[in-house]
């Protein structure tokens, strides 16, 4: 086959299509942010149904993790990201309750579980097609386009939600804004949706399933001839090896350990306690830092900012510096973030009073608090956040990449699940009260028990974690299989 016989194909307006659903997630995550203040008063709800309605996406995200695996081994990457498209977008439109449904909170958890399994599906499948089509030299840069979209999604959604909110009164934004908020999202939804019909299928998937003319004509279209032929060779040769283990089991004795050493990183990616800081953020800012109302919003723009900045460090860096390296940067920059924060809250002495008339610490010492959470973030954002995204898209060998990415991303939303229903009752617990009130640890309990963690995750990278810089995902097959790791 001629070069010149396959019309080419851009890899990076690929890999932004795939990203979408990153943006997505991000998208998704922030809206309910913005609405549950609203939507909760509409309502009237208690304080454990608002929990449940909030963290109902992130069961749907559990399950689709779960059984995307599954449906992408079956029918593709990219048709799997096409179905998420779509349950993106029906979330968005059920999730505002149109006047042609009944105003129910059951039919609003429905909605948001099936926005949870988009978002599971995606977040297995978007970084899993990239890696496959991407060359080795800069598959860290593009895969980290995923975590970029993330944060993107996060950051644009707050402003959304801001300008639709701002141009309405309060008792505007109870009756009808929120509705607007939601189906805000149908914008990107319906995008990634038609983008996707743009895109080329998976070259590894079509190699697995025999369609080996196809997956050539994807590849060369994608990196040339040259290029081509010998990630085609690669490929071939990786599944020809396979030989007598075409249904492999997780459970080898050559593989199980990779499956565990990636989803135990997926999981200790939650155990930072990031999605703590952004779910709860707000209360954070409130409650324990003392800022009034008028200022929260601002805070919150303030850290998806830094979220996004410090993203661009780690797409800049990650195919130069390399993945272990950043891991543990940005480790020690999230551990330092949260002893400030802690330490700050442990030693104060809540003699100030917030806008809800509660103790509070001084403007100073919120001020330095607001900084460790900025560095906590920035640090997340340069390593764990993207990096994680990297290395589960390297490190599972072809024939078992579905299946264990599938582990990896389900284990990592229920982790998430874990972490968003445990912090409010940790925040609340009587050890966690001011010391005036008979409590312990003043506020700060959360934040040394994510700094435990978080130096359980810096020896853990050190230890355990292969560098895959540079290296095709077949010669980290290989090296895995002779047990050089």
Request: glycine share 10%; hydrophobic share 50%.
């Amino acid at each position: 086959m001629g070069q010149t016989s396959t019309k080419r194909i851009n890899i990076y307006f690929v890999t932004i299509v795939i990203t979408l659903g990153g943006l997505l997630f991000g998208y998704d995550t922030g809206v309910i942010n913005g609405t549950q203040f609203y939507f909760s008063k509409y309502f009237e709800l208690t304080g454990w149904l608002k929990g449940f309605i909030v963290s109902s996406a992130l069961l749907g995200a559990l399950v689709g993790a779960a059984s995307a695996g599954v449906i992408s081994k079956s029918i593709g990457r990219k048709k799997s990201l096409i179905i998420s498209a779509i349950l993106f977008a029906i979330s968005a439109w059920g999730s505002g309750l149109p006047s042609m449904l009944p105003e129910s909170m059951g039919l609003m958890v429905f909605f948001r579980i099936l926005g949870g399994i988009a978002i599971g599906m995606a977040s297995m499948n978007a970084p899993m097609y990239i890696a496959e089509i991407a060359p080795a030299k800069n598959r860290g840069t593009l895969v980290t386009y995923y975590q970029m979209a993330v944060v993107i999604g996060f950051f644009v959604v707050f402003l959304a939600t801001y300008f639709i909110g701002s141009g309405l009164t309060e008792q505007e934004n109870i009756d009808y804004g929120w509705r607007y908020m939601f189906w805000s999202e149908l914008v990107p939804a319906l995008a990634f949706l038609l983008l996707l019909l743009m895109v080329p299928k998976s070259p590894r998937w079509l190699m697995i399933k025999g369609k080996e003319e196809e997956a050539k004509e994807v590849l060369v279209a994608i990196h040339g001839q040259d290029v081509a032929d010998k990630e085609f060779a690669e490929i071939k040769d990786s599944i020809v090896s396979e030989g007598s283990i075409k249904k492999a089991s997780i459970f080898q004795k050559s593989l199980f350990p990779i499956v565990i050493i990636g989803t135990v990183l997926s999981v200790l990616q939650q155990f930072t306690g990031i999605n703590a800081v952004l779910y709860y953020g707000a209360d954070i800012f409130e409650q324990a830092l003392g800022f009034g109302k008028e200022d929260i919003l601002l805070q919150q723009i303030l850290l998806a900012t830094v979220n996004l900045l410090f993203t661009f460090i780690a797409m800049f860096t990650v195919d130069k510096l390399g993945r272990k390296p950043l891991l543990i940067i940005g480790g020690v920059g999230m551990l330092l973030g949260f002893l400030i924060m802690g330490f700050t809250l442990y030693l104060s002495d809540y003699s100030a009073v917030n806008s809800a008339g509660l103790p509070a610490i001084s403007s100073t010492e919120g001020i330095i608090c607001l900084v460790g959470i900025l560095m906590f973030i920035g640090s997340f954002a340069m390593s764990m956040g993207p990096i994680v995204w990297v290395l589960l898209a390297e490190i599972f060998p072809n024939r078992i990449r579905s299946t264990a990415m599938a582990i990896a991303v389900a284990a990592q939303w229920l982790a998430n699940y874990f972490v968003s229903q445990t912090f409010p009752i940790i925040v609340e617990s009587d050890a966690n009260r001011l010391v005036a009130d008979g409590g312990t640890w003043n506020n700060s309990l959360p934040y040394f028990l994510f700094s435990a963690f978080i130096i359980f995750i810096i020896f853990f990278t050190w230890k355990w974690i292969p560098e895959t810089k540079g290296k095709t995902l077949e010669e980290m097959e290989a090296i895995f299989n002779k047990g050089k790791s």
